[in-house]
């Protein structure tokens, strides 16, 4: 028996072209969308920068859907990038002047009567611009004379670590430092100046809940 071909589709009344098969996402575009909103993590702003740019190519004519996603993914890997090198070194510079504190404040403490100018110039020195205006030397010489008269000299000064950690955990710009005095422990809280990250500059310091400022008040 003969067999027949059956007859082909495409004739009258059958439309010649297949339905087009659903564009898919590009992966390089939601790839670069995300590490970019994730670009505080240092890499992942230079990843999502990189993918996003590679997602353009791989959406362009319509080959691949995505093409807002990798376009957005470029601005905000730069701004989240720039974010996090400032928040990584601002705590970078925190750090460095936190291990200077307990160096430069014990030789401020460690004075008898005869070298409380001395002293107080040096405490001085390590302020802020902000500081230095609106607590005198006299201010400071008063304040560590009574300082000393209850406390007696300082002989031990350290960093408390529950203290560092909150700081970097809340990007605070102060420290609370335990001061060992002939008379007793106290705690010593150092306040420095935001806009003085580049050096150690002193914006308040309070000895048990007394600061210089209060004179000035």
């Not at 995300?34 to 702003?45: D, K, Q, R």
């Not at 020195?125 to 009574?146: H, I, Q, R, T």
């Not at 609370?176 to 002193?202: E, H, Y």
């Amino acid at each position: 028996m003969t067999q027949f071909a059956s007859p082909s589709p495409v004739g009258p009344g059958y439309d010649s072209f297949a339905p087009a098969a659903p564009r898919r996402w590009s992966a390089a575009a939601i790839g670069g969308f995300v590490c970019s909103i994730l670009g505080f993590f240092g890499i992942t702003a230079l990843l999502g920068l990189i993918l996003g740019i590679v997602g353009i190519f791989a959406t362009r004519e319509g080959r691949r859907k995505g093409m807002g996603l990798a376009i957005a993914a470029i601005p905000i890997s730069v701004v989240t990038g720039v974010l996090g090198i400032v928040v990584i070194f601002s705590f970078v510079l925190f750090l460095r002047i936190a291990s200077q504190l307990p160096g430069r404040l014990e030789p401020v403490f460690a004075f008898d009567a005869s070298q409380v100018d001395e002293a107080a110039a040096g405490l001085h020195k390590l302020g802020s611009p902000k500081f230095k205006e609106e607590v005198s030397e006299a201010n400071l010489k008063d304040w560590l004379k009574n300082i000393i008269e209850t406390n007696g000299k300082l002989t031990r000064l350290t960093i408390d670590q529950e203290s560092l950690a909150a700081a970097q955990q809340k990007d605070q710009f102060a420290l609370i430092m335990k001061a060992r005095f002939v008379n007793g422990d106290k705690l010593i809280r150092v306040t420095i100046a935001p806009d003085q990250m580049w050096s150690l500059g002193l914006d308040d310091i309070e000895v048990d809940g007394s600061s210089p400022r209060d004179a000035t008040r």
